[in-house]
């Protein structure tokens, strides 16, 4: 009848040199592919291209809106101050297809907005669209 455990190596390491020597190749393979990331990380000096939304770029857009309002709750349609009685007449005609454009001060307050906007919906704007800026 065989033996179900093969008997004991004779080649005169305890199993903890065996485990040891089984252990080697996978150490060099992990430090070989940890010294390949590290060279081919640093291949080159160029600077990354600007991307789209960067400080830089937006420094140098201003938003494209039909109304802009202060956070002192003052109303601006292309840079020049509107009372509540001249809104309206110089803001463009409501239009179905395309939505009012707001640009608001991030410190305004919902009250000076919702005033705003009640004006807006009794000279017929059904549809505002409110731009907002990312966080820096």
Sequence with gaps: MTDLVPPPSTSGKGLLERVEDALLPLINLVFLLLMFFIVAGQLTNEPLPELPGTETTREQQSPEADLMVRA???????????????????????????????????????ADLE??????????????????????
């Excluded at 349609?77 to 409501?94: I, Y």
């Excluded at 179905?96 to 410190?107: F, V, Y």
């Excluded at 005033?115 to 820096?136: H, I, K, M, N």
């Design 115 to 136: 005033e705003l906007l009640r004006v807006l919906e009794r000279g017929g704007y059904s549809d505002v669209l409110l731009l907002t800026e990312p966080q820096a």
């Design 72 to 110: 002192d709750g003052q109303w601006l349609v292309e840079g020049s101050p509107q009372n509540r009685d001249r809104l309206l007449s110089v803001l463009p005609a409501p239009d179905a297809t395309q939505p009012l454009k707001i640009a608001a001060d991030q410190s305004l307050t919902m």
